[in-house]
């Protein structure tokens, strides 16, 4: 079986809902991991996703900020996990599990902190924050769970390779990019053996953006992007990857998110 996975951060769920329904009625995955739905979970939108077929729906929110949500045509199992990464409160993790194609896979859904502007924990408590996150993420192993595959998918607000920002050279120094940073993710890969499949299926020295600023006059034509939104799987999924697509052109539609959606298709 074809079994698709999507990821999005929405930059609030009840303000771009028409393009969410844009999205899945023209894209129709089988999972969306959204994240900043900024949405309490008392108010999240459950109707307007069920009307497509997403019946399935996990959430994790909290009202203003951050949150997160996972919503599928496929059944998910009743163990859904929500961890409180840094033990501060905030919604930024959630984890489900489904069967597709014989196989049970656990897929996490983050929201990693932004980190501020300044990268220096001693004047800039948010970016000492991103790197607590990114230390307790190092535990986080791809076959953890005997049995069961995974995937981890999300707005990591890191771009870790060279030619996943428009300048290397000139954001060496910008949150998200920073060395610390990127070390971090790295290592979270490399030492949870999980496979980065955007990387997998489109290797470096390609250039690949799924966010591109508000700042920008004309975000298309200053191309100044950042791969900021991830998808990876266990070691056992990476070669059931058939296609990997960033919807560019969604950074265009009508009030639109920063980031765009990117969609992994696997044949299972």
Same mark, same amino acid.
């Given at each position: 079986?074809?079994?698709?996975?999507?990821? @999005?951060?929405?930059?609030?769920?009840?303000?771009? &809902?028409? #393009?969410?329904?844009?999205?899945l009625?023209?894209?129709?995955?089988?999972?969306?991991?959204l994240q900043?739905?900024?949405? !309490?979970?008392?108010?999240?939108?459950?109707?307007?996703?069920?009307?497509?077929?997403?019946?399935h729906?996990?959430?994790?929110?909290?009202?203003?900020?951050?949150?997160? +949500?996972?919503?599928?045509?496929?059944? =998910?199992?009743?163990?859904?996990?929500?961890?409180?990464?840094?033990? =501060?409160? %905030?919604?930024?993790?959630?984890?489900?599990?489904?069967?597709?194609?014989?196989?049970?896979?656990?897929?996490?859904?983050?929201?990693?902190?932004?980190?501020?502007?300044?990268?220096?924990?001693? =004047?800039?408590?948010?970016?000492?924050?991103?790197?607590?996150?990114?230390?307790? &993420?190092?535990?986080?192993?791809?076959?953890?769970?005997? $049995?069961?595959?995974?995937?981890?998918?999300? %707005?990591?607000?890191?771009a !870790?390779?060279?030619?996943?920002?428009?300048?290397?050279?000139?954001?060496?120094k910008?949150?998200?990019?920073?060395?610390?940073e990127?070390?971090?993710?790295?290592?979270?890969?490399?030492?949870?053996?999980?496979v980065?499949?955007?990387?997998?299926?489109? !290797?470096?020295?390609?250039?690949?953006?799924? @966010?591109?600023?508000?700042?920008?006059?004309? @975000?298309? +034509?200053?191309?100044r992007?950042?791969?900021? %939104?991830? #998808?990876?799987?266990?070691?056992d999924l990476?070669?059931?990857?058939?296609?990997?697509?960033?919807?560019?052109?969604?950074? $265009?539609?009508?009030?639109?998110?920063?980031?765009?959606?990117? =969609?992994?298709?696997?044949?299972?």
């Amino acid at each position: 079986m074809a079994l698709t996975i999507a990821t @999005w951060n929405i930059n609030s769920i009840r303000l771009r &809902m028409p #393009i969410v329904e844009q999205f899945l009625t023209a894209h129709q995955p089988d999972i969306l991991c959204l994240q900043e739905t900024k949405c !309490p979970n008392d108010l999240f939108p459950h109707a307007p996703l069920e009307a497509l077929g997403y019946h399935h729906i996990a959430i994790h929110g909290q009202k203003g900020y951050h949150g997160v +949500a996972t919503i599928s045509r496929l059944p =998910i199992e009743e163990t859904i996990e929500r961890r409180d990464y840094c033990n =501060i409160g %905030d919604s930024r993790h959630l984890s489900v599990i489904f069967t597709a194609g014989g196989k049970r896979i656990r897929l996490h859904n983050f929201y990693v902190p932004a980190g501020g502007d300044e990268p220096d924990r001693t =004047i800039n408590p948010k970016f000492g924050h991103k790197l607590d996150f990114i230390e307790e &993420m190092k535990l986080l192993k791809a076959d953890a769970d005997a $049995g069961i595959s995974s995937v981890l998918v999300g %707005d990591l607000n890191i771009a !870790p390779l060279e030619h996943d920002v428009w300048s290397h050279k000139q954001l060496l120094k910008i949150v998200s990019h920073t060395p610390v940073e990127t070390e971090g993710l790295l290592a979270i890969m490399t030492g949870g053996n999980w496979v980065d499949l955007m990387r997998q299926h489109v !290797p470096e020295p390609t250039k690949l953006y799924t @966010w591109w600023s508000y700042r920008a006059q004309d @975000w298309a +034509a200053a191309d100044r992007g950042r791969r900021l %939104d991830h #998808i990876w799987s266990s070691v056992d999924l990476a070669p059931r990857l058939t296609d990997m697509q960033i919807l560019r052109e969604a950074r $265009g539609w009508e009030r639109p998110s920063d980031h765009v959606p990117v =969609i992994a298709t696997f044949d299972l």
